[in-house]
């Protein structure tokens, strides 16, 4: 395959392997784009994200403008690198027209979902949340639309019944490495998003963990799969907050957001949880039993 002249943009480390496939492809990259470095840690110190660490490592130069709709002077930059393509994956900024039309062979999206289901931010977590089958990868060209853009290539990945958006994280990720490789060396025809079936994942914030102890149980065992590892599933134990980083659907009844028995059964709308590993502030992960040991939660004890 003749290598072309690619930008790649993107952030989280669901991107990485994207652009660690196209460099090892032999692909010239002449510009990284990705999120500014935020603080992290306890000291808050700037941190670049992971595919600022990763281009780095690779020898590539980067970008990470905190804006690009109004941005002029960096629509410029970005026709001057006389682009083949762009390749997008999870960048976490929208491109406005004059950025698209740039590139010669436009702007390619590597998205984590079966398009037009979950167009979005956040289109694995909506997955499991919803109890979906499957997932997979849309290679799309993009457009001036919320993931609207024509698709060029898509391969289905399974949802196990207990998988969690960690797993398909990792899986998917690997595939559409491998997706826009196949796009990039023999482009398909592009097939327009049908008009029926879309749905949208909204960007998620720490609140989109709270466990509403109304709800049915399998509701909430999926909300814990889903937002594993972030923005992780929680609920409040009188003046703490208790992180729920695994649990499972039980038999049980009682007022919602009870605690059953010694096993951690939580009653719920419909059914009960089991909380399974749990975390409290400032404290490892532990098995719920182990956290039983040491810090006692006797039946009749309501989560919020």
Known sequence: ?????LAFMGSPAFAVPTLRALHAAGHHVAA???QPPRPAGRGRALTPCPVHEAALS???????PARLRTDTAEHAAFAALDLDAAVVAAYGLILPPAML???RRGCLNVHASLLPRWRGAAPIQAAVL???????ITIMWMDAGLDTGAMLLRSRVPIGPRATA????DALAALGADLILHTLRDPPAPVPQPAEGA???PKLTRDSGRLDWTQPAALLDRQVRAFTPWPGAWATLGAETLKVLRAEPADGAGPPGTVLDGALRVAC?????????????GRAPMEADALLRGFPIPPGTRLA
Do not use: F, I, K, N
């Open 101 to 103: 039309a740039a590139p």
């Open 199 to 201: 749905t949208y994942a």
């Open 58 to 64: 690779l020898g590539l130069p980067v970008r990470t």
């Open 166 to 169: 960690a797993d398909l994280h």
């Open 269 to 281: 709308g419909e059914g009960a949880l089991r909380l399974l590993r749990v975390q409290r502030p």
């Open 130 to 136: 919803a109890g979906d089958a499957e997932t997979g």
């Open 32 to 34: 990284v784009y990705s």
């Open 1 to 5: 395959m003749t290598p072309l002249r």
